[in-house]
């Protein structure tokens, strides 16, 4: 068990750090690493977070799991960075009916799915992951904001 748990964050870091760009939207559910459970959070479009996030009455938190100076160099506007495997009470919203939203570089990478399902086991229901990334995102013709390096 520790050796698969140590590929599968081998595999994560690797493909986060990929700068393949020709990403796809998806929507199929996402699955534990194990296979054996049922899926812990939704796959959602690019367009349906976009369309979320420019709602009126928006209850949405948007995050970015992207190594930090991909954050810094192009994010989804008004997404906050959270190192995927720190996510705990205190980077997220304290209203637990806020929708989450988490994404990393692309469909191959996994960073996202495991900052999401931190969230879900802190008790967040309303949670989703953007599979195609930042790449898709900008792929889309999105806009996307920069943030000051720290």
């Known amino acids: 068990m520790r050796r698969l748990l140590a590929l599968s964050l081998v595999s994560v870091l690797a493909a ?12 199929q559910a996402t699955e534990p690493s194990t296979g054996s459970e049922a899926p812990r959070f939704a796959q959602i479009s690019v367009s349906d977070v976009a369309a979320r996030i420019a709602a009126p009455d928006a209850n949405i938190a948007v995050f970015d799991a992207n190594h930090r100076e991909t954050f810094v160099e192009h994010h989804v506007p008004g997404a906050t960075w959270v190192h995927y495997d720190e996510v705990t009470a205190e980077t997220l919203p ?22 999401a399902n931190s969230a879900v086991d802190l008790g967040f229901s309303d949670v989703s992951v953007m599979g195609a990334g930042i790449q898709g995102w900008i792929a889309s013709g999105q806009a996307v904001e920069t943030a000051p390096e720290e």
């Open 16 to 27: 986060c750090g990929s700068s393949s760009s020709g990403s796809t939207e998806t929507a």
């Open 94 to 115: 304290a209203d637990h009916a806020t929708s989450l939203v988490f994404y990393c570089a692309n469909e191959q990478c996994e960073a996202s799915h495991v900052a």
